[in-house]
């Protein structure tokens, strides 16, 4: 393993060391506290040719990718490009067709759009490759129920309505935008939506649950609903099986997966490609209430709406609640410790959070995991440890000012 760790965070170097000791591939890690970088480790394997995970790899990250598309669109919103509250009709006007009229910017965000049902929007995932095919078939779609009274996960048509309304209000495609907007004002090198031709050589080809897969971005065939299924297992509720795979696996969706055209395309739901340092970077950002590094990208204003909870109904896909903010869930398995934190975690492993009362941001990104749409068991251990850290640094500060 490489990198940093105060001592103050020792015990999650020592949970992360662990982690990378008992699992093959590799993986990175990185914490802001109160602004400043206090964890930075990376190790393991980049590839099955034996290649070392190094400081600049890049991981797909699935759904992690959310949580970088919901900022792109809230530094629109900062500057009152958007209203949240607007209709999406009003920045898409297409958009209204078959009853969408009312569906609201607050609406996507928080999943209450009724628009998750990708299977019924195409025939076919190859068409995910193609933004303006994807825009028009969700334009033309009818919501499922009425919007905002019932929660169901959009997992991949997510990305789609957020880039849309993103570029219909700055003229640009999203993946500019987080390049011009996000990644670029805080230094960043690791945050791709898609990923350049000049950046690949760093990208760490993900193998899901140790699976030896030759192509970039393989995933075989079957195990997207088959680890969504397990770690559904997990839920002590009835769950819908066909609502679960209409909203995460359309059909051929591991062909796309395996094709070297999922790094030219822009699908802002899944195909993020980052280093665990850009991406606790941009959560830092919302740790320091709109500011990281000096840069503000955002008003704190902003930065409090964005954590406001929208509804902590049991969602119809992934069958629990998962109290959403706008773009962003709760800290999975540690709601408990962190009431106010939020984030994104994402088939394959990756994950970031933050929690601001605590002034904390983790990210991680990793080439194999447990494969489930709703976190991996490393990273909901990283959770706990980095708060505890952090609320022993703020009991021993309360000592000291009571010494004093």
């Not at 004002?185 to 990923?195: A, S």
């Not at 559904?232 to 679960?244: A, C, E, G, I």
């Not at 990756?350 to 490393?378: H, K, Q």
Request: with cysteine; aromatic share 6%; hydrophobic share 45%.
């Amino acid at each position: 393993m490489d990198g940093f760790a105060n001592p103050s965070f020792g015990a999650v170097a020592d949970v992360f060391t662990e982690q990378l000791e008992k699992t093959d591939g590799g993986a990175a890690l990185a914490i802001f506290h109160r602004g400043e970088l206090v964890v930075d480790l990376w190790g393991g394997l980049r590839s099955p040719d034996g290649d070392p995970w190094v400081a600049d790899t890049l991981a797909m990250a699935f759904s992690t990718t959310k949580g970088v598309a919901s900022m792109a669109l809230h530094v629109q919103a900062d500057a009152g490009l958007i209203d949240y509250d607007e209709p999406v009709a009003t920045y898409w006007p297409e958009f209204a067709q078959n009853g969408k009229e009312n569906i609201t910017v607050r609406h996507v965000l928080s999943h209450s759009a009724g628009l998750h049902r990708l299977r019924t929007v195409i025939d076919t995932a190859e068409h995910m490759l193609d933004w303006e095919h994807m825009v028009e078939a969700l334009a033309a779609e009818a919501p499922a129920y009425e919007p905002g009274t019932k929660t169901g996960y959009h997992a991949l048509s997510y990305g789609w309505l957020v880039g849309e309304i993103v570029r219909r209000v700055t003229g640009r495609p999203l993946n500019q935008v987080i390049a011009e907007d996000v990644a670029a004002p805080l230094g960043l090198d690791g945050l791709h939506l898609g990923c350049p031709p000049e950046e690949r050589h760093r990208v760490a080809p993900l193998e899901p649950m140790g699976l030896n897969i030759p192509a970039p971005l393989r995933v075989a065939g079957g195990l997207l609903v088959s680890q969504v299924g397990r770690a559904l297992s997990l839920v002590r509720s009835p769950v819908n099986t066909r609502r679960m795979i209409n909203a995460l696996a359309p059909r051929g969706m591991e062909d796309v997966l395996a094709s070297e055209e999922i790094m030219d395309a822009s699908i802002p739901a899944a195909n993020g490609f980052f280093t665990a340092r850009s991406l606790a970077s941009m959560y830092a950002v919302l740790a320091g209430r709109g500011t990281h590094d000096g840069v503000r990208i955002l008003s704190p204003e902003t930065v409090d709406q964005i954590g406001e909870e929208q509804n902590n109904r049991r969602d119809l896909v992934l069958v629990m609640p998962m109290r959403w903010r706008l773009g962003y869930h709760h800290i999975l398995r540690s709601a408990h410790l962190a009431p106010d934190g939020y984030g994104h975690f994402g088939f394959g492993g990756s994950g970031a959070w933050v929690d601001p009362s605590r002034e904390l941001a983790l990210a991680m990104v990793c080439n194999r995991g447990s494969g489930t749409p709703v976190g991996d068991a490393r990273l909901m251990a990283l959770s706990r440890v980095a708060l505890e850290a952090a609320d022993r640094i703020a009991d021993e500060d309360d000592r000291l000012t009571e010494a004093s």
